[in-house]
């Protein structure tokens, strides 16, 4: 037989106090994820893909123009889950009104309409 130790479960004080030393190390997220029991971790994993799911298709998806119907309560089910709002809202949102459909084109820069004169010189 062998003559190493019995493991031993650490104290509860001793787990809060590493997990402390970990928060304030500035660990990242997955480090700190992946130092959770397993079932735990899983379950923080998916939310963590479910909010950045979120975000990204937040990014993507312009606003509704009928604000009544089902497509504003994905919208805004979205927008919650991405954590948009307050001052991380959607230009979109902020800007709805700013910009009416009838301004002109730019006279230069990105966006410019160019016009080039034919030469019929022979």
Known sequence: MTDAPAPVAPKRSAVVAQTAKAITAGL????????LPQ???T???????VFAAAGAAATQIPLPANQSGKLW???????????????AANAAIILRGAVSSKSEPPK???GSVV?????DTK
């Open 28 to 35: 990242s997220l997955p480090a700190m994820v992946a130092a």
């Open 115 to 119: 016009t080039i004169p034919k030469d």
């Open 43 to 49: 379950w923080v994993l998916y939310a963590c893909v």
């Open 73 to 87: 309560l994905v919208y805004r089910i979205i927008n919650f889950l991405a954590l948009n709002w307050k001052q």
């Open 39 to 41: 079932p735990e971790a």
């Open 108 to 110: 230069a820069g990105p």
